[in-house]
């Protein structure tokens, strides 16, 4: 059974660091690989998608990269700013049931001004 | 691009009441749809997922039902509401191999 862990499951920083949000699956045969930001109340936006192919995926300070063969994927926020402050989640696709995606628990994520 | 509709922002009903929470997409054909619930500092639990019309799958066995009666319109609903029921429910949909989006999510307190 597909588990997926995120670590650490809260992070405070000060405004402008660099910081990297792990992801962790146990199981390597997966369709694809997504990173979700959550604001409190609201639902889920789609932040990247990395295919199975693919080692990673780059939007604006945003990096993602995926080691399948590891079961590792991480989340690269350069110079943060606290209008990152959220909730990160990772989510895989799983080969075994690819209709059903399976969700970490997520990183809480503050950035103090 | 794709996005999904989903209403009302906020439900507060009494136990026992029915149940009716609608989604709707737009920009795809032939989506995957799904109903997850997230209680509070809780992870996503998948309720129901469809691949087609008349198509439901349900995960957790429970008070709630699931129906899609037309290919971009999924729908949550209940006979009689428990407190239990009570979280915050995200609809999201997405095409094979694509992004998943989600909706803004209906608040629902059962009381």
């Known amino acids: 059974k597909q588990e997926v862990t995120q670590i650490p499951a809260a992070l405070s920083v000060p405004e402008g660091e660099n910081l990297v949000l792990n992801c962790s699956f146990t199981?390597?045969?997966?369709?694809?690989l997504q990173w979700f930001r959550q604001d409190p109340g609201k639902g889920l936006t789609s932040l990247l998608l990395?295919?199975?192919?693919?080692r990673e995926q780059t939007s604006g300070r945003l990096n993602a990269s995926l080691d399948k063969s590891s079961g590792r994927s991480t989340l690269y926020i350069a110079a943060s700013q606290p209008g990152d402050s959220a909730t990160y989640l990772c989510?895989?696709?799983?080969?075994?049931?690819?209709?059903?995606?399976?969700f970490g628990a997520g990183t809480i994520l503050r950035v103090k001004s | 691009s794709q996005t999904i509709h989903q209403w009302p922002a906020t439900l507060v009903q009494p136990v026992g009441s029915p149940l009716s929470l609608e989604c709707t997409v737009e920009?795809?054909?032939?989506?995957?749809l799904y109903w997850y619930r997230q209680a509070a500092g809780r992870g996503l639990q998948l309720l129901f997922y469809?691949?087609?019309?008349?198509?439901i799958s349900s995960e957790v066995p429970q008070n709630l039902s699931a129906s899609r009666p037309q290919d971009r319109q999924f729908i949550l609903s209940s006979k009689k509401l428990l407190l239990s029921d009570s979280g915050f429910y995200l609809c999201?949909?997405?095409?094979?191999?694509?992004?998943?989006?989600f909706g803004n999510g209906t608040r629902l307190t059962v009381t």
């Open positions: 989510a895989v696709a799983p080969m075994e049931y690819g209709n059903k995606l399976v």
């Open positions: 199981d390597s045969a997966i369709y694809n």
């Open positions: 990395i295919q199975s192919s693919q």
């Open positions: 920009g795809t054909s032939n989506p995957n």
């Open positions: 469809s691949v087609g019309i008349g198509q």
């Open positions: 999201a949909g997405r095409e094979v191999g694509s992004p998943l989006h």
